[in-house]
C-alpha cells in the first residue's frame, strides 16, 4: 500500500467550488473523497478524455454523482452553466482527467484545451497536486504507478477571471517545489554516501576518454578517488578545493575524492582572467588547488598560483603501488557500502551544507559565487533523470566545463549516480573529433552552446547522432534556424535548455512531442518553437512586473522571472546585498524576462536589460533578432554572429540599433528595407531599428555569448550618447 499524505484541508472554502487535480488515480480519487466526502461531490469528466477503467468503475458504485463535458460539442457558456448547476446544488465538482501522451515528468495529465475552461468565466478554481514520489533514484518522480508515496495538496483558491489554466499550471509547480524538497533521497542527501554505492552497484560502467580512447572502470575509478582522498586529507584543513581540471577522468576523480574527503570541490574557470580568477579564489576561500602538470603546459595563459599551492593529480596517482590497489580493492569486494562509509568517518547529516561553488556569469561586473548544497545537486540530478529517464550503461557525452551547472550535473553527477557510461573530452570546441566520439561511441546524450552546435553540424554526417536521444543546446536561445537543419539534415533534435549557475542542473527542458496514449486523442506538449519547454518537476516558476518585483502577475503576462525548488540557490557567497536583492523568502529573481502558457510551456525572452520600451512596449532584442536573422535570410550554418540589437535612450523612449556584419558600408536606405522586410513578412513595424552601424564583428564572451555591454557602450560611443 502506498504512503499517501494529505494536506492544504484548510483552503478548501465552506461554499462549493470547482476543483481542477493535476492528474487522477484510484488512490487520488479515494483521497479526495475522504476530505471532501462530507461537503458532497461531482465527478466531472471530458467525454474524450475519460479516467482509466479501474477510476470509471468505482465511480459507478451507489450514491456518487458525476457528469460528461464536452470541450468539442459545447461552447464554454454551456460548460460554465453545466458547472454552475452542480455549484448551485451544494456539491464541489471535480474534473478528472484521463492518461494523456506525454514525456516522462510531466506537471498533469490536463490537457491545456479542458484546463482553460474556467478561463474568463464567473467559476473561481481550486487547483489540487497530486505527486507521486518513488524511494529510488532512477524514478523519484513519476507520474504514474507503482510509487511510494502519494502526496495530495490542496492550494488556494485562485479567484475568477482571465489566464487561469496558466494560473493553475504556475500552483501546481509551487506546490510540486514543497513537495519534492521534503523527498526522502533529499532530506538525506549526501554526494559522497551516494556515489559511494553507486560506484560499488556500477563498477563495470566505464569512463571513455575522448582524448586517447582509453577506458577507465567506476571500479578502478573508486579505487584512486580513495587513495587521492586521503591524500587530500592530509594536504589540506580547508574546507573547499580548487579543481582546474577539463571534463576526463582526472577531473572525475579529483571531484569524488574532494567528496569523499568531505571537502567541497570547486571547479574553476580556467579561461578567467587573472583578476577574475583571484577574485572567485578569495571568495570562496580557496587555498589550495587540484590539476595536472600537462593541463599548466597547455593553459600557459591562465593565472596559475604558486606551485607550493597545486596539488598534481598525475603525479599522485603515478606512483601508486599495485600492492596497494589490490589490497584496497579486496576490501571494497567484501565490505558493504555502510562499512566503507564508517571506515571513510562520512558524516549522514550534510543535506544542507555545501557540496559544490560555481560562480554565475558576469558581464561588465564581478562573478557571485553560489554555494550548492547535497541536497540542490541531488535535486538537480533526480530532476533531469526523472525527465530524461536514462539507463545503466548508456553513453553520456561529457564535454561541457564542470564549471557550469549543466557540465556539474549532467556530465559529472548524473553519470556516475544512474551508472552511465562517460565519453569525455576536455574541449567542447574540438568538433570533428567530438563527432567521431559520438558516432564511434553511440552516445545518448550532450550539451552544447548553439555556436559550438553549428560546429559540430559542419562535421557531422547523416549516421553522426543516429544514437543521440536527447541533444541539449544551452547559454543562449537556439536559433530556430539551427533547430531546423539539424532535425532536416541529421534527423537531430535540438533541445533548447535553460539554465543558470544559481540552480543545479537544467530549469527547463524543450522536448519533442510524445507518443500517443491508446484510449485518448490528447496529448501534453513538452516544448513548443520558440520555448525552454516545461520546468523540470519540482521548479516552481513565478512572474512579476520588471519594475516593481512585489507585484507578482499572471504567469501567461510577459515579465520577471522568479524561481522556487530545492535545486534552487538560497543566495550568493559572501555578499549579503546581492542575496538580499534577489531573493524574496524562498523566491530567486533570475533577472530574465519570459512568461509561462496554459501548456506549462516557459518562454524566455532575454535579460532585462535586453528589452527595451518602444512605443509604449516591451520589445525584446532576443526576439527582434531572430526576426531578423529570418527576414535577411542569415545563413545558419555560419558560426558568426551576424547581427545584435542594442537599445539606447531616445527622446521618446528607447531607439533601437543594429549591429551587423551583414553590411559593409551602410546606405540611406538599408535601415528602411530592414523596415519593410519586418512588416511584409508581419512583424511590428515598431521592431525596426532606426539606425545599422556596420561592424566587422560583433562582440561575444569566451562562452559564445553576446556581449552586451561592449556591444552597447559601442553603440553609445558611435552616436555620442552618454551612457544610462
Known amino acids: 500500500m502506498s504512503n499517501i499524505i494529505t494536506e492544504g484541508q484548510g483552503n478548501v472554502p465552506g461554499h462549493p467550488v470547482l476543483m481542477i487535480p493535476n492528474r487522477t488515480d484510484l488512490n487520488v480519487v479515494q483521497a479526495l473523497e475522504k476530505v471532501l466526502g462530507s461537503q458532497g461531490i461531482c465527478w466531472l469528466v471530458e467525454a474524450s478524455h475519460r479516467p482509466e477503467a479501474e477510476v470509471m468503475n468505482y465511480l459507478n ?7 460528461m463535458c464536452s470541450v468539442a460539442r459545447m461552447n464554454k457558456e454551456q460548460l460554465t452553466a453545466q458547472i454552475h448547476q452542480a455549484l448551485e446544488n451544494g456539491l464541489h465538482v471535480v474534473l478528472l482527467s484521463g492518461r494523456p501522451g506525454q514525456q516522462p515528468g510531466s506537471i498533469s495529465d490536463v490537457p491545456s484545451e479542458i484546463l482553460t475552461i474556467p478561463d474568463d468565466t464567473p467559476l473561481p478554481a481550486l487547483p489540487i497536486y497530486a505527486g507521486m514520489y518513488n524511494n529510488r533514484i532512477d524514478a523519484a518522480i513519476t507520474s504514474s504507478a507503482p510509487y511510494d508515496t502519494l502526496h495530495v495538496q490542496f492550494m488556494p483558491l485562485l479567484k475568477a477571471g482571465s489566464a487561469m489554466g496558466a494560473r493553475i499550471i504556475s500552483s501546481w509547480t509551487e506546490a510540486a517545489a514543497t513537495q519534492f524538497a521534503q523527498h526522502p533521497l533529499l532530506k538525506k542527501a549526501s554526494l559522497p554516501h551516494t556515489l559511494l554505492q553507486s560506484l ?48 576526463g577522468k582526472l577531473a572525475t576523480i579529483a571531484n569524488v575524492a574532494c567528496l569523499l574527503a568531505g571537502v567541497t570541490p570547486v571547479n574553476i574557470n580556467y579561461t578567467a582572467n587573472e583578476a577574475t580568477f583571484r577574485n572567485q579564489s578569495e571568495r570562496a576561500g580557496i587555498t589550495r588547488f587540484i590539476t595536472e602538470q600537462r593541463f599548466i603546459l597547455k593553459q600557459q595563459q591562465f593565472a596559475w598560483p604558486r606551485q607550493r599551492d597545486i596539488l598534481l593529480i598525475d603525479r599522485e596517482l603515478s606512483n601508486l603501488s599495485n600492492t596497494r590497489l589490490t589490497a584496497l580493492r579486496t576490501l571494497l569486494q567484501v565490505l558493504p557500502a555502510e562499512r566503507i562509509a564508517k571506515w571513510l568517518q562520512l558524516p549522514d547529516d550534510v543535506a544542507e ?28 540530478v533526480l530532476q533531469l533523470q526523472s525527465r530524461l529517464q536514462f539507463s545503466p550503461r548508456e553513453r553520456i557525452l561529457c564535454t561541457t566545463p564542470l564549471y557550469t551547472p549543466i557540465g556539474l550535473v549532467a556530465g559529472l553527477l548524473l553519470p556516475l549516480i544512474c551508472g552511465c557510461d562517460m565519453v569525455t573530452y ?25 555556436v559550438q552546435m553549428q560546429r559540430l553540424l559542419q562535421h557531422a554526417t547523416p549516421m553522426t547522432f543516429s544514437s543521440t536521444r536527447y541533444m541539449l543546446v544551452s547559454e543562449e536561445k537556439l536559433p530556430v534556424d539551427l533547430a531546423r537543419r539539424a532535425k532536416a539534415e541529421f534527423n537531430l533534435n535540438l533541445l533548447e535548455t535553460y539554465s543558470l549557475s544559481e540552480t543545479a542542473g537544467a530549469v527547463a527542458l524543450c522536448l519533442p512531442p510524445p507518443a500517443a496514449a491508446p484510449g485518448t486523442q490528447h496529448c501534453i506538449p513538452a516544448g513548443k518553437i520558440g520555448s525552454v519547454g516545461s520546468p523540470l518537476p519540482g521548479i516552481a516558476v513565478r512572474i512579476t512586473d520588471t519594475a516593481k518585483d512585489d507585484v507578482v502577475l499572471p504567469p501567461s503576462s510577459l515579465g520577471c522571472v522568479w524561481l522556487q525548488g530545492p535545486a534552487v540557490t538560497g543566495g550568493y557567497l559572501a555578499n549579503k546585498p546581492d542575496a538580499a536583492q534577489c531573493m524574496r523568502g524562498k523566491w530567486f529573481r533570475t ?20 528589452f527595451s520600451k518602444v512605443d509604449g512596449k516591451m520589445v525584446s532584442h532576443v526576439m527582434v533578432e531572430d526576426a531578423l536573422r529570418t527576414v535577411l535570410k542569415t545563413n545558419p550554418a555560419d558560426e558568426r554572429r551576424p547581427l545584435a540589437i542594442v537599445g539606447v535612450p531616445g527622446p521618446r523612449g528607447d531607439r533601437l540599433i543594429m549591429l551587423s556584419t551583414l553590411h559593409k558600408v551602410v546606405n540611406a536606405h538599408d535601415a528602411l528595407t530592414v523596415r519593410y522586410a519586418l512588416t511584409n513578412a508581419h512583424f511590428p513595424s515598431f521592431w525596426a531599428p532606426e539606425k545599422i552601424i556596420a561592424v566587422p564583428a560583433i562582440p561575444t564572451l569566451p562562452n559564445g555569448k553576446l556581449d552586451y555591454n561592449r556591444c552597447y557602450l559601442g553603440v553609445c560611443q558611435t552616436l555620442g550618447i552618454y551612457p544610462k
Open 353 to 380: 551544507e555545501d557540496a559544490g561553488v560555481l560562480f554565475s556569469n558576469s558581464v561588465g561586473s564581478i562573478a557571485k559565487g553560489v554555494a550548492h548544497t547535497h541536497s540542490m545537486l541531488m535535486a538537480g
Open 200 to 247: 560499488l552497484e556500477h563498477q563495470n560502467a566505464i569512463i571513455i576518454d575522448g582524448v586517447d580512447d582509453t577506458q577507465l572502470s567506476y571500479g578502478r575509478l573508486l579505487l584512486l578517488a580513495l587513495i587521492l582522498c586521503r591524500r587530500i586529507r592530509r594536504q589540506t584543513n580547508n574546507s573547499r578545493l580548487g579543481i582546474i581540471l577539463p571534463p
Open 426 to 450: 576536455p574541449s567542447p570546441n574540438t568538433p570533428k573529433r567530438i563527432c567521431q566520439l559520438a558516432h564511434n561511441y553511440g552516445v545518448a546524450f550532450g550539451c552544447f552552446t548553439p
Open 61 to 67: 458504485k451507489p450514491g456518487t454523482r458525476g457528469m
Open 591 to 610: 533577472d530574465d524576462v519570459g512568461m509561462m502558457d496554459a501548456d506549462g510551456m516557459l518562454t524566455i525572452c532575454g535579460r532585462r536589460e535586453r
